[in-house]
């Protein structure tokens, strides 16, 4: 039993050497192609920021994230992305979880409280395509909720 052990850490090894630089390199890719920065940053007088959000894009196998992403609010944009170093983990947009969109297009399906934390559902349109729903686990659930609904109301 213990060859076989032996040969398959051998092979994962071996098969992640060569998959993991050619994937990254991929991912830095897809964002550079975008304009994207590679490390992202709050955006400067953002009106709200949770730098260690959670979140999950219904509708995606892969889309979820556990306290990787911003979630800020500036100006007229509502931006979503994973923090480096695990905004390099799948190309861009993957994982349904990456966004920068106007915030009066943004509809809060609905909140809650959980034992895991507030969450916020949102509804996210997308160009032709059906519009994603995503569930945000936010600590200040109320600060984000008053920025996005205070930008509609200013309209």
Known sequence: MAEFEDVFLAVWLTGM????????????????TRGEPLVPRPPTGAAFCELRASGRAHGTL??????????AIAGDELWITPTFPFNLVAP???MGLEYRIPKRTVTVVETSD???????????PRPNA???????KL?????FLAT????????
């Open 62 to 71: 892969l889309g979820r994230a556990s306290n990787c992403l911003m979630v």
């Open 17 to 32: 050497l060569l998959t993991w630089p050619p994937w990254i390199w991929f991912s830095i890719n897809s964002r550079r």
């Open 148 to 155: 996005l609904n205070g930008a509609a109301a200013g309209r």
């Open 114 to 124: 959980s034992l895991f934390g507030p969450t916020v559902v949102i509804d996210i």
């Open 139 to 143: 600590t200040d659930r109320k600060a």
């Open 130 to 136: 059906p519009s994603r729903r995503v569930a945000l």
């Open 92 to 94: 861009y947009g993957l």
